[in-house]
């Protein structure tokens, strides 16, 4: 059975969590100012590293809405998911405690979990990394809660009373896509109705820093952080670490339309491939991420023409912005040349396993507002990144159907592609 | 109806079995692994007591290429997707392109590699920190790696919901050759027996303590308090039915035949927790009645009030010791994520034997009105089998697996 | 500067086996000098980590040229001798 014979998945709520803009709202006026978020890191003295630029969130916990003890048992990320999904039910207007908890499932995407918890909590048991065997009588009580992250989606559960299906999803950089994948697929299979689902990361911590200096995947551009981010440009130099996240309401279409809900877009195609290659690199040619877009294409039964934007990867690695141009010309031809390409990732910065649920929100915005976001600080593209990548402002530009796509070590490649539900293609 | 997936090969990486047959027999044998902790010195530790796996020499079985860049969750892993697809018969460099996937469930991720990056970082300085960071703890290291070393560019993931997640696997690798991949290669490893790990692990409150190796883990035993943890668990060549017999294939274990995954409500809500909708979920997913079910692999918290919402949820299914009950994990620890896809093999395994594992240490409590197979094997005859995973936060999956044909 | 202190083929050797173990059919302690990385085995993640063990173990930092440019032994040898001999005694 062709899944889009049964039941289709439309979004109707949209939360965000993101630096330079709390709130799916500020999320998009700062991507349609084409303001960036990138600075010098200041959760943390970051002098000693190579990289010192980070895209901060200015989240406060107890103004979100959280409660003490919901601060106090989880991480930064899952805080974040907490309040992002709070956000999205709210805008969906859907009547939570009018359904049936059952029915209602929960698909939190994160490539590193609790790393920041982690991290500071190793800190103290182990006294600074002195002790070999660390020391239990100094760790906090939910330390657990850090070790699986699946208690991110425990907590979203709670927040929402959802008891249906509920997983996270961490397939690395792609966990933000793959989730929202996920999530489609429990509704289509008739396992659930309703899902919150997106993804969250807090990874601006010590340790991701220094992991990310020793493969000098991030940038040193320290001395300009505002411009570090720099998807295209011939002048990039790694990516910028960022954080945050971004939470959906998905739901059924017909019951959707039934109680007269404002749907963003369907989640209309979605696919994932493995480059089985290497775990951080990529081959130039871009095969398997063309592979998962043609598949995504062809089960949201959209012809590549019908492609009005392409939300990119564009994490400002050399390697990265030359294999994503390969594949989107090797998956849509030369309707690529034709299609705005752009990466939000020049503004927020990178965010690991939540920035394709961030990218999610930010296509699912542009085909709300008409309009795409830029490609902040390109000024010079890179002579192999030859598409049209909406440089450093705005476009109005009306769009029927979005490509959302992720690239994430490990060798995922992953596409979602987001259309209107009663667009004529189908 | 659409033919369900088949498993057609079996990697077993458990603390009392290194191999398939291994693990069988020490299993069938009721032939424990738990023992005091040797991969670092617990004393210090109120629980001091796991399920090693002892004779794992990664460089037997791995490149040296591989071992620098790995934890021991991930080179375990490894060994157990190579033997699963010689179990299976399967060249994967035969295999048209995009044919086959990993899904692989995730827990903590590799945590001791991760502990000794993080003493690097911290006690000498961020430039002490491996370039293998960035992945090799990282929770979906297994899945990148296992398509890596075997070329597998079809549709790979990675779950985690806790314990649950090891069936959560198996659900979406048959939800994927549903949709169309030939094989995934399915399941899950486990390994964070590190200091650090062990502290995060105790902070559960859900470990048994002290040093009776005999009465640690005692899942629906009145002196039920608390589990120990192993490591290791299994994966599985998930294949699509027509694909396995189009190839000829040598072993079809059985079929995953139907699975389903609930949450328990938020604690103080007085509503009914999720393990019993679980089940019902899975029979029904399956097409199959709880008369059909000849066995139940049970989840076995060892916590009183989960043994009792456990044992509860089967007696409301089946009926009062209507069906053997069995938890073979007693003789392992609780694996996390590689627990649930280990028991799928266990019951894979019972189905072609014609056996049920025992439970050891557990005494024949008459706590719980649930028929548990204690202290030695017991034949007869298994079509079809219930395996039953929870995980810490409420998550609840079960997953039915059936004989195939005659 | 001592003649000791010089960074020779066979603390590569080391290093290299130590960051990244050694393909299969490949010889290390074969005439390897002149041979391209990657036809011993190793990828731009196993010079990183050979790169910065070196870089660790000797006080030196290598620049982010460093390990793209020296496509060989013999040249990541060179170019690590360059900056011991340019770096002030320690």
Known sequence: MSPTDGRRVVITGVGVTAPGGIGAKNFWQLLTDGRTAT????????????????????????????????????????????????EAVADSGLDFAGLDPHRVGVTIGSAVGATTGLDQEY???????????????????????????????????????????????????????????????????????????????APISPITVACFDAIKATTPRNDDPEHASRPFDASRTGFVLGEGAAVFVLEELESARRRGAHIYAEVAGYATRSNAFHMTGLRPDGAEMAEAIRVALDEARIAPEGIDYINAHGSGTKQNDRHETAAFKRSLGDHAYRTPVSSIKSMVGH???????????????????????PTANLHNPDPECDLDYVPLTARDWRTDAVLSVGSGFGGFQSAVVLARPDRSSR | MNAHPVVTGLGVVAPNGLGLEEYWAATLEGRSAIGRITRFDPSDYPSRLAGEIGAFSAREHLPSRLLPQTDRMTQLALVSADWSLQDAGIDPGELPDYAAGVITAGHSGGFEFGQNELKALWSKGGRYVSAYQSFAWFYAVNSGQISIRHGLRGPSSVVISDQAGGLD???????????????????????????????????????????????????????????????????????????????????????????????????????????????EGALRDAGVSPAEVDVVFADAAAIPELDRAEAEAITKTFGPHAVPVTAPKTMTGRLYSGAAPLDVAAALLSIRDGVIPPTIGTSRADRYDIDLVVGTPRPAPVRTALVLARGHGGFNSALVVRAVGR | MSATSLFTLDDLRRILLEA???????????????????????????????????????????????????????????????????APSA
């Open chain 1, 39 to 86: 600075r010098r890191i200041s959760f943390f003295d970051p002098s000693p590293f190579r990289s010192q630029i980070a895209a901060e969130a200015d989240f406060d916990p107890e103004a979100s809405g959280l409660s003490p003890q919901e601060i106090r048992r989880m991480d930064r990320a899952a805080q974040f998911a907490v309040v992002t999904a709070r």
């Open chain 1, 123 to 201: 800190r103290a048991v182990s006294d600074g990394g002195r002790l070999d065997l660390v020391d239990h009588a100094y760790a906090v009580p939910h330390l657990y809660n850090f070790l699986v992250p699946s208690s991110f989606t425990t907590e979203v559960a709670w927040a929402v009373g959802a008891e249906g299906p509920g997983t996270v999803v961490s397939t690395g950089c792609t966990s933000g896509l793959d989730a929202v994948g996920y999530a489609t697929d429990l509704i289509r299979d008739g396992v659930a109705d309703v899902v919150v689902a997106g993804a969250s990361d």
């Open chain 1, 351 to 373: 965010s690991l396993g939540a920035i394709g649920s961030i990218e999610v929100a930010a296509s699912v915005l542009a085909m709300e507002h008409g309009v795409v976001p």
């Open chain 2, 169 to 279: 696997a198996l659900a979406q690798a048959r939800r994927q050759v549903r949709k169309g991949t030939s094989l995934v290669v399915a399941g899950a490893v486990d390994a964070s027996i590190c200091s650090w790990g062990w502290v995060a692990q105790l902070a559960s409150g859900r470990l048994a303590t002290g040093d009776d190796v005999e009465r640690a883990y005692l899942p629906f035993d009145s002196d039920a308090r608390g589990h120990v943890p192993g490591e290791g668990g299994a994966l599985l060549v998930v294949e699509d039915a027509e694909h396995a017999r189009a190839r000829g294939a040598g072993k079809v274990y059985g079929q995953l035949a139907g699975h389903a995954a609930t949450m328990d409500p938020r604690p103080g809500s007085g509503r009914a927790p999720g393990i019993e909708r679980a089940i």
């Open chain 3, 20 to 86: 990244a173990g050694a393909e299969e059919g490949v010889d290390l302690s074969g005439d390897i000098i002149d041979t391209d990385f990657t036809a011993l085995g190793y990828e731009s993640l196993a010079l990183l980590e050979t790169g910065g063990r070196i870089e660790r173990e000797y006080g030196i930092a290598l620049d982010d040229s460093a390990l793209t440019d020296a496509v060989t032994p013999r040249s990541l040898i060179e170019i690590v001798n360059a900056q011991l001999s340019a």
